[in-house]
Nanobody
Framework: QVQLVESGGGSVQAGGSLRLSCAAVGLTFSSYAMGWFRQAPGKEREFVAA????????DYADSVKGRFSISRDNAKNTVYLQMNSLKAEDTAVYYCTPIRWGGNMVSLGYWGQGTQVTVSS
C-alpha cells in the first residue's frame, strides 16, 4: 500500500522560503519519478515540479522556474521541494505523487493529504 506524507508547509510573507518534504512508503522509491502538484482554492490541481528516479532530471512549471528546486534522497524515500522568493500566488495545498515522466507529467494516482502553504503579501 502506497502512502505519501507531506510536511513542511506553513505561513510566510512574500519573499520568504519554505522547504517541503514528502516521505513515501510502499513503493520501490528510486524506481519512480516523483512530482509536486498544488491546488489553490477554486482552481484545478496543477503541476509544479518533477524529478526522475535518480534525481538527475528535473522539470518545472514556468511559474516556479528559478524559484523552486526539487530534489530527492532515495536512501530516505523522501522528495523535497525548496521554495524561495515565494509569492502570494504560490498559496495552495501542495501534494507529492509518483508520476509518469513525459511531456505532461501525470500522476500515477497516489496522493497524500497535502501540506498547506500560505503566502501573505
Amino acid at each position: 500500500q502506497v502512502q505519501l506524507v507531506e510536511s513542511g508547509g506553513g505561513s510566510v510573507q512574500a519573499g520568504g522560503s519554505l522547504r517541503l518534504s514528502c516521505a513515501a512508503v510502499g513503493l520501490t522509491f528510486s524506481s519512480y519519478a516523483m512530482g509536486w502538484f498544488r491546488q489553490a482554492p477554486g482552481k484545478e490541481r496543477e503541476f509544479v515540479a518533477a524529478c526522475s528516479g535518480s534525481g538527475i532530471l528535473t522539470d518545472y512549471a514556468d511559474s516556479v522556474k528559478g524559484r523552486f528546486s526539487i530534489s530527492r534522497d532515495n536512501a530516505k524515500n523522501t522528495v523535497y521541494l525548496q521554495m524561495n522568493s515565494l509569492k502570494a500566488e504560490d498559496t495552495a495545498v501542495y501534494y507529492c505523487t509518483p508520476i509518469r515522466w513525459g511531456g505532461n507529467m501525470v500522476s500515477l494516482g497516489y496522493w497524500g493529504q497535502g501540506t498547506q502553504v500560505t503566502v501573505s503579501s
